[in-house]
C-alpha cells in the first residue's frame, strides 16, 4: 500500500467509508455489524486524511487497512444501498472509479436516507467526530453529512458527477439499472425511479 498513489488512497478509503455507512443503515443490520461499521468509520475518520497526505505513515496505513476490513465485515453481512447500486451503472457506462463514484453519491443517498433513518445518521455523525449532544436526530444527521462532505474535499474527491462525464440525458437508464441492482434492496427507503434520478441530479 506504501507505493499506491494519493488519488487511490482517497478513493478506496471512501469507499470503504461508503460500505460501512451503508451497512449501518441497512434493513439487514445486526448488532455485529452495527459495532464494526461504527468502528470503521470512527478508524476512517481518524486516518484517511494524513495516509492520503502521507503514503508512507505507518500507522494512518494499518488503520485504515483495519477499517476497511472492518466495513467490509459489515457489507459482507448487512449489504448495502442505493450508493453502490447507483455507483455500479456510473461505474459500468462511464468506466469511472468505483470509489469517486461512491464518495460523490454517499451524501445524496444518506439526505434521502435521512427522510427514514435520522437516528442511524445520527450515530454516523457521532463516529465521524461531530458533537451530536445538543442536537436533534435530524440536526445530527444533516450534521453528519456535512462531515461526509468535508472529508471527501478535504482528501481531493470531485464535487459533483458532472466534472467526471456524466450526462442527465442518461439518467433514465442509469436509474432503470439501479433499482435492479441487488444491493438497494437493503437500502432503508425505496425509492421511486423519479427518485433515482433526482439523487443522480443533485449530485452532479
Keep these: 500500500m506504501l507505493a499506491k498513489p494519493a488519488s487511490l488512497t ?3 478509503g471512501m469507499d470503504a467509508l461508503t460500505h460501512a455507512i451503508e451497512a449501518y443503515v441497512s434493513t439487514a443490520a445486526t448488532p455485529v455489524t452495527d459495532a464494526v461499521a461504527i468502528k470503521a468509520i470512527e478508524m476512517i475518520q481518524a486516518n ?17 487497512a483495519y477499517a476497511q476490513f472492518m466495513a467490509g465485515m459489515a457489507f459482507n453481512n448487512a449489504s448495502l444501498g442505493y450508493v453502490h447500486a447507483i455507483a455500479h ?3 459500468g457506462f462511464y468506466d469511472l472509479p468505483h470509489g469517486v463514484c461512491n464518495a ?3 451524501p445524496h443517498v444518506q439526505q434521502y436516507n435521512a427522510q427514514v433513518v ?3 445518521l445520527a450515530d454516523v455523525a457521532k463516529a465521524m467526530g461531530v458533537d451530536i449532544a445538543e442536537l436533534s436526530a435530524e440536526q445530527a444527521a444533516e ?6 462532505r468535508q472529508l471527501s474535499k478535504d482528501v481531493n474527491i470531485p464535487a459533483g ?3 467526471l462525464g456524466v450526462k442527465a440525458d442518461d439518467f433514465k437508464v442509469l436509474a432503470e439499472n439501479a433499482l435492479n441492482d441487488a444491493c438497494g434492496f437493503t437500502n432503508p427507503k425505496q425509492a421511486s425511479h423519479s427518485e433515482i434520478v433526482e439523487i443522480l441530479a443533485s449530485a452532479m
Excluded at 450534521?143 to 461526509?148: H, S, Y
Design 118 to 120: 435520522p437516528e442511524r
Design 89 to 91: 451503472q456510473l461505474g
Design 161 to 163: 458527477l458532472e466534472g
Design 104 to 106: 460523490i453519491l454517499l
Design 143 to 148: 450534521a453528519g453529512l456535512e462531515a461526509i
Design 48 to 64: 484517511l486524511r494524513t495516509a492520503v497526505a502521507n503514503g508512507s505513515d505507518l500507522s494512518a496505513r494499518d488503520n485504515m
Design 10 to 12: 482517497a478513493a478506496t
